[in-house]
């Protein structure tokens, strides 16, 4: 059982200013120290994620850093003009974008950017994957969401729990603030403003989306996002994800007519800050069971999203896969088209799986 007993003190200094607010606030007697005091009772069973949370001042870091100096971390240094080259070089670019990918960055257009480019929810969903990337078995982030819009950081927070979750690694994040705290679903909380440790169970609140029939002109607000960043089809049924009334997800769907009619995803894009947590999966499942419980035709996708080509799609059967080599037309999963010749491609067709449709269209 982790024990600490955290002394912090400082000094009095000789300036006129200090000195004056001495003399102001009778402070010449005063003991200038603050004490931390309590245990962490992480050692009796299994965990994965621990949180560290209270009021700023109330000795977060401090116990951090006396606990598990060893594995603190507040940042990490970043010289070069792509994030993935911030990455060691003994990793692969398969690890580097895998790691990413799993907390929520799958933009592979933003994987050039340096990282005083990105955003602050970027920023720090790259943090993690550099500490996922590293050897030690125990990470402690420091500053946990602290300087990102508060429902991202709930978003973000969700996404990194999943792939702390997949992964070998334990976890503590240390943060004054308790908004994300359920969203991490944390095997304990220690609380420092009463210095209270708790095993009780949190759980996620639910992510409900509404979804609606669009115009074209929305494209624009998710097509910097898109790996192939062109524009939409006049031809395309055009949907919109809302989370909260927001804008978090876009898909277009075109009719194609080969040998036969079936129905093709032309554009499936999730805001950065929405990534991570299953939005474009359960957007995209839930369009091809409204199209094919409807029409009756088949539902397909040609993606080189890596979230998509990872993510194990239950209900869907891969078609081909390749760098959209031309094959024989009447294959209702076409991988071809001009602008994916030299991109390694996945074509899948829905097979169906119950969805319910629960969300407003």
């Known amino acids: 059982m982790p024990s600490f007993d955290v002394v912090r003190t400082w ?32 050692e009796d069973e299994p965990w994965q994620i621990g949180v560290i949370v209270g009021r700023s001042g109330t000795g977060k870091t401090s116990i951090a850093q ?25 990793l692969s670019v398969g690890d580097i974008t895998r790691a990413l990918c799993s ?20 920023k720090m969903r790259v943090d993690i994957a550099r500490a996922l990337m590293l050897e030690q078995p125990l990470i402690v982030f420091d500053e946990f969401t ?8 709930q978003v973000s927070a969700f996404a ?23 969203w991490l679903e944390p095997d304990w909380v220690f609380t420092t403003d009463a210095m209270e440790f708790s095993k009780k169970k949190r759980q996620r609140p639910k992510i409900d989306l509404d979804i609606h029939r669009c115009s074209g002109s929305l494209w624009q607000q998710f097509r910097q996002y898109h790996y192939l ?6 031809f395309t049924k055009n949907y919109i994800a ?34 991570g947590i299953g939005v474009g999966k359960r957007l995209l499942n839930w369009m091809a069971e409204y199209y094919t419980s409807r029409t009756g035709l088949p539902f397909t996708i040609i993606t080189s999203n890596p979230q998509l080509i990872r993510g194990n799609l239950e209900g869907w059967k891969i078609m081909h896969v390749g760098r959209g080599q031309r094959i024989d037309s009447r294959n209702l ?29």
Not at 12 to 39: H, M, W, Y
Not at 108 to 121: F, H, I, N
Not at 146 to 153: F, Q, T, Y
Not at 338 to 358: F, M, W
Request: aromatic residues 12%; contains cysteine; proline residues 5%.
């Open 66 to 90: 006396e606990l598990f100096a060893d594995a603190y971390i507040s940042r990490f240094d970043y010289t070069h003009k792509s994030i993935l080259d911030d990455f060691p070089e003994s």
């Open 160 to 182: 990194i729990s999943k792939a702390i979750r997949k992964s070998q690694k334990k976890f503590i994040a240390v943060t004054c603030h308790y908004d994300v705290v359920d």
């Open 333 to 361: 999963a076409h991988p071809y088209t001009a602008s994916s010749e030299k991109r390694i491609t996945v074509s899948l067709r829905y097979l169906g799986q119950n969805v319910r449709l629960k969300s407003r269209i």
């Open 229 to 234: 960043n062109s524009d939409l089809s006049p």
């Open 11 to 42: 000094e009095n200094p000789e300036s006129f200013r200090a000195q004056s607010i001495v003399g102001s606030f009778t402070l010449l007697d005063c003991k200038l120290e603050k004490r931390f005091k309590g245990s962490l009772q992480i």
């Open 103 to 122: 907390v929520g960055f799958a933009s592979p257009p933003d994987w050039l950017k340096s990282y005083e480019q990105l955003s602050q929810g970027e």
């Open 146 to 153: 602290s300087v990102v819009d508060r429902e991202v950081a």
């Open 242 to 275: 809302l989370y909260k009334g927001k804008p978090v997800a876009f898909i277009a769907i075109m009719k194609v007519k080969m040998s036969a009619l079936y129905y093709r995803v032309s554009r499936l894009v999730v805001l950065p800050d929405y990534q």
